[in-house]
Structures are given as structure tokens and as C-alpha cells.
């Protein structure tokens, strides 16, 4: 008899097969116990029918609690009404264990409870159902920059200077010298890009922040391409065309997953090019014009974020913010030196910024300039200014945050759900 898994089970109906799992639920009625198995690809209805097993092996379906492990032998059948659309009339069940007092029961939780369980919570349905997502948006990053000939360059995680300000940064003692917890990859991808011309770096990333907000962990993964002989427009013409494809991958390969969580997929389904575009300048007469009062120079919040994306359909892109607002690598505006050749991608729904990027400064003397203004100590950033004494050249990149696209495209309120194990202000069990 074949082990197989609930997901192939379509290719096996009117055979008898073997499954393993866990129990997700049951009922009894009368002289038939339905049973929820969960394998980690699945959940699957198993009929336990006295008549068809005798009492030995419906005693031992009675006795089956929440969780416990077995495995279950039976033929498939087409149910359209059952979870999954398929179910398994039971012939035998193997006991692996019972579990007693399993803490996560049908009953309504906490999210502090839940919080504190989430090595067990992460087996729920809508949990098991974002963590898919997340594994296929993932899968789609990578599949994307194949496809277009980028070169992974894997970025260090251990790095000794900043590259996103000082504030929020994780030190940490590197045999005597100060290192640091990476912010991004960005700056190594630089050294990529004038090897490679395109690369990407995927990986986590930590920051600092004491943030209690729904959108802010302190580890999460974020995906950084560069490429060499970039502008600003074409860095957002990539940002457009990657965000599309990753959204419509997920809407085409998830669909079950996403009717699980509930998902109104017509809010994501036109995730397609153009996205609306609004420069900063723009942006602050529009906050102005709904009665925020932010100040120019000032960057945008989660409110201000929600305000401007509020406007549109799908994701839209606000540029040219001040230079005070974006970090010292970013290229100076040649018509206005009071800006930068950045760009930030807004989602939807207040899910706010997912995306951020630019031109980065290429000129020697500029970033030197740029650097003293703001004060930067000039040694730890020796290698990174020499990729602009030899062979300088335009480049352009962004940086995705999985996690809170992932939220974007789940619809789920708080980004903590969207990584296994989330690391947050006051959180760092289990």
C-alpha cells in the first residue's frame, strides 16, 4: 500500500493508499467517526464506519485526541462536500501517540496565548495557510530573477558599519572589534553589481526599532536587487514588473489557501502595470489637502502611507523624496539638490510601504560630500567608496520586505503571523 500525501490524493481515487499525520478534528455520529488528518501538505476527511472496521479499529478512532499522530489506511474517494475534496474510507488506523491536554483547543484564544504557543499554533489551518503563501512568494522572488538572468550574491550577516542609520542597529563584540546585526544587504549588492551587472541578495535582516506597531518585526527576510547602468525610472519599471508577478503567481497557484484565510482576491487581482505614480512633493499637497498637516521634509508614517494609497486600486509608487529622508548612498535630484532619486512603493488596503529603493549617489567626490554633511565616518566605508574610484557607474536597486507584502497579500492585520517564528520588541520565545 502506497504512503502518499493529502495533496496527490486526486491521483489515487478508487486506490488504497496510507496516510500519516496528525488529527486536526472529529465528530461521531452514531456508528460513524469522521476524522480531520493533517499531513502538513493537506487536511482530509477519514470515515470510520463500524460496520467496515469492526470494533478494534473504531475503538482506537474513538480514543484519538486532538493531535496525536497515527496513520491511516483506506481507499480514496472523490467527496466534493468533504475538506479538500477528497476523503478516505478508513480499512485500518496505527496509533503513534496520544497526546493529552493538548493547550490549543476549538475555543476561541488570546493573541498573547497564542503568541506564547506559537510553535503549536502554527499548525491551525490559517496558519499553515500563510506559511504556503509565504513559501510560494518566496519560490516566485527567486523564480523571478532567474528567469531574467540575476545572479544571487549572498550578502554577509555580520558587517561593520551601518547602512540604514545607527539607531537601530544590533551591536555585537566580533573578537574585540564592534560589529553589527545587517540592516541590508545593499551595500554589498553594490560590489555585485559591478561584478556581475545584475544580482540579488535574499536574506534576514535585523533592526533595532522599539516599535510595538502591527507592521514592525525585529528580524525579518527581505529580498535586494541591484543592477548597474539603472536609472530611477527603470528601477521602478523593475519594481513594478517584480510586485506584479509575485502577486499574480500567488493569486494563480493559492487560490485554496487563500480561501481559507478569507481573502477577497479582487482587491490583489488588478496588481498589474502601470501603477500610478505621485511624486513627494505631490504627495504632501494631497495630505495637506485631507487635513494632514506633515511638514515638507518630513518622511511619511503609516498614516500619512494609508492617506496617499487610499486613492488607488493597487500599489502605488511615490518618488523624489527629500534628501533628509533617505539615506546618504542615495543620488542627489540634478534639477533639485534638495532632493533624492528615490523611490518607495505604497500597497494598498494601509498595508503601506513594501517597497523602497532608488538611484544610488555613483560620484566619488558627491557621496564624500554627502557622507561629511551628515557626519559618517569615512574608514568603515573605504572598500564602498572605491567602487566609485574604479570604474564608477550608474546603478539603481530596492529592497522587499516578505513579511509585510506576505501581510498585504493574506489580508492578515499584523505582520507577526506572517513569519514561523516572529521576533518582536518583547518577544523572542520560543
Given at each position: 500500500?502506497?504512503?502518499?500525501?493529502?495533496?496527490?490524493?486526486?491521483?489515487?481515487?478508487?486506490?488504497?493508499?496510507?496516510?500519516?499525520?496528525?488529527?486536526?478534528?472529529?465528530?461521531?455520529?452514531?456508528?460513524?467517526?469522521?476524522?480531520?488528518?493533517?499531513?502538513?501538505?493537506?487536511?482530509?476527511q477519514?470515515?470510520?464506519?463500524?460496520?467496515d472496521v469492526?470494533?478494534?479499529?473504531?475503538?482506537?478512532?474513538?480514543?484519538?485526541?486532538?493531535?496525536?499522530?497515527?496513520?491511516?489506511?483506506?481507499?480514496?474517494?472523490?467527496?466534493k462536500r468533504?475538506i479538500?475534496?477528497?476523503?478516505?474510507?478508513?480499512?485500518?488506523?496505527?496509533i503513534?501517540?496520544?497526546?493529552?491536554?493538548?493547550?490549543i483547543?476549538?475555543?476561541?484564544?488570546?493573541?498573547?496565548?497564542?503568541?506564547?504557543?506559537?510553535?503549536?499554533?502554527?499548525?491551525?489551518r490559517?496558519?499553515?495557510?500563510?506559511?504556503?503563501?509565504?513559501?510560494?512568494?518566496i519560490k516566485?522572488?527567486?523564480?523571478?530573477?532567474?528567469e531574467?538572468?540575476?545572479?544571487?550574491?549572498?550578502?554577509?550577516?555580520?558587517?561593520?558599519?551601518?547602512?540604514?542609520?545607527?539607531?537601530?542597529?544590533?551591536?555585537?563584540?566580533?573578537?574585540?572589534?564592534?560589529?553589527?546585526?545587517?540592516?541590508?544587504?545593499?551595500l554589498?549588492?553594490?560590489?555585485?553589481?559591478?561584478?556581475?551587472?545584475?544580482?540579488?541578495?535574499?536574506?534576514?535582516?535585523?533592526?533595532?526599532?522599539?516599535?510595538?506597531t502591527?507592521?514592525?518585526?525585529?528580524?525579518?527576510?527581505?529580498?535586494?536587487?541591484?543592477?548597474?547602468?539603472?536609472?530611477?525610472?527603470?528601477?521602478?519599471?523593475?519594481?513594478?514588473?517584480?510586485?506584479s508577478?509575485?502577486?499574480?503567481?500567488?493569486?494563480?497557484?493559492?487560490?485554496?489557501?487563500?480561501?481559507?484565510?478569507?481573502?477577497?482576491?479582487?482587491?490583489?487581482?488588478?496588481?498589474?502595470?502601470p501603477?500610478?505614480?505621485?511624486?513627494?512633493?505631490?504627495?504632501?499637497?494631497?495630505?495637506?489637502?485631507?487635513?494632514?498637516?506633515l511638514?515638507?521634509?518630513?518622511?511619511?508614517?503609516g498614516?500619512?502611507?494609508?492617506?496617499?494609497?487610499?486613492?488607488?486600486?493597487?500599489?502605488?509608487?511615490?518618488?523624489?523624496?527629500?534628501?533628509?529622508?533617505?539615506?546618504?548612498?542615495?543620488?542627489?535630484?540634478?534639477?533639485?539638490?534638495?532632493?533624492?532619486?528615490?523611490?518607495d512603493?505604497?500597497?494598498?488596503?494601509?498595508?503601506?510601504?513594501?517597497?523602497?529603493?532608488?538611484?544610488?549617489?555613483?560620484?566619488?567626490?558627491?557621496?564624500?560630500q554627502?557622507?561629511?554633511?551628515?557626519?559618517?565616518?569615512?574608514?568603515?566605508?573605504?572598500?564602498?567608496?572605491e567602487?566609485?574610484?574604479?570604474?564608477?557607474?550608474?546603478?539603481?536597486?530596492?529592497?522587499?520586505?516578505i513579511?509585510?507584502?506576505?501581510?498585504?497579500?493574506?489580508?492578515i492585520?499584523?505582520?507577526?503571523?506572517?513569519?514561523?517564528?516572529?521576533?518582536?520588541?518583547?518577544?523572542?520565545?520560543?
Amino acid at each position: 500500500m502506497n504512503w502518499v500525501y493529502i495533496e496527490d490524493l486526486k491521483d489515487y481515487v478508487g486506490k488504497e493508499v496510507e496516510l500519516r499525520g496528525w488529527l486536526y478534528n472529529s465528530r461521531f455520529s452514531g456508528k460513524l467517526i469522521f476524522l480531520i488528518i493533517r499531513d502538513g501538505s493537506g487536511f482530509c476527511q477519514c470515515v470510520v464506519s463500524l460496520s467496515d472496521v469492526g470494533d478494534e479499529i473504531f475503538e482506537k478512532a474513538k480514543k484519538l485526541t486532538l493531535e496525536s499522530s497515527f496513520i491511516v489506511r483506506g481507499l480514496v474517494r472523490e467527496e466534493k462536500r468533504a475538506i479538500g475534496g477528497y476523503e478516505i474510507l478508513v480499512k485500518n488506523i496505527e496509533i503513534v501517540q496520544l497526546t493529552q491536554d493538548y493547550p490549543i483547543g476549538p475555543k476561541e484564544h488570546g493573541i498573547e496565548f497564542l503568541m506564547e504557543n506559537r510553535h503549536l499554533w502554527i499548525r491551525s489551518r490559517k496558519q499553515w495557510a500563510i506559511q504556503r503563501i509565504r513559501n510560494e512568494l518566496i519560490k516566485g522572488v527567486r523564480d523571478f530573477f532567474y528567469e531574467r538572468k540575476f545572479i544571487l550574491f549572498d550578502s554577509p550577516i555580520l558587517t561593520p558599519s551601518a547602512c540604514e542609520g545607527t539607531t537601530t542597529l544590533f551591536d555585537i563584540d566580533y573578537f574585540g572589534e564592534k560589529a553589527y546585526l545587517s540592516q541590508s544587504g545593499q551595500l554589498y549588492n553594490e560590489i555585485g553589481a559591478a561584478a556581475f551587472g545584475k544580482v540579488y541578495c535574499f536574506g534576514p535582516t535585523f533592526r533595532a526599532e522599539k516599535s510595538k506597531t502591527r507592521r514592525h518585526l525585529i528580524e525579518f527576510w527581505m529580498v535586494e536587487p541591484e543592477v548597474a547602468f539603472l536609472d530611477l525610472q527603470g528601477n521602478m519599471k523593475l519594481i513594478e514588473d517584480f510586485v506584479s508577478y509575485i502577486v499574480q503567481r500567488v493569486i494563480e497557484n493559492k487560490k485554496d489557501e487563500l480561501e481559507i484565510l478569507e481573502r477577497d482576491i479582487s482587491k490583489i487581482r488588478n496588481v498589474k502595470p502601470p501603477f500610478p505614480k505621485i511624486s513627494y512633493n505631490d504627495a504632501i499637497d494631497l495630505l495637506h489637502k485631507k487635513g494632514n498637516n506633515l511638514p515638507w521634509g518630513e518622511d511619511f508614517g503609516g498614516d500619512e502611507e494609508t492617506l496617499i494609497s487610499e486613492e488607488y486600486d493597487r500599489p502605488v509608487f511615490v518618488y523624489k523624496y527629500p534628501k533628509g529622508c533617505k539615506a546618504f548612498y542615495m543620488k542627489e535630484d540634478l534639477e533639485n539638490p534638495l532632493l533624492s532619486l528615490s523611490c518607495d512603493l505604497l500597497a494598498p488596503e494601509g498595508y503601506g510601504e513594501i517597497v523602497g529603493g532608488g538611484q544610488r549617489e555613483d560620484s566619488y567626490e558627491k557621496l564624500i560630500q554627502r557622507m561629511e554633511e551628515l557626519k559618517i565616518p569615512i574608514e568603515p566605508y573605504k572598500w564602498y567608496l572605491e567602487l566609485r574610484k574604479y570604474g564608477t557607474f550608474p546603478h539603481s536597486g530596492f529592497g522587499l520586505g516578505i513579511e509585510r507584502t506576505l501581510s498585504w497579500i493574506c489580508g492578515i492585520h499584523h505582520v507577526r503571523e506572517t513569519i514561523p517564528l516572529p521576533r518582536l520588541l518583547e518577544k523572542i520565545y520560543p
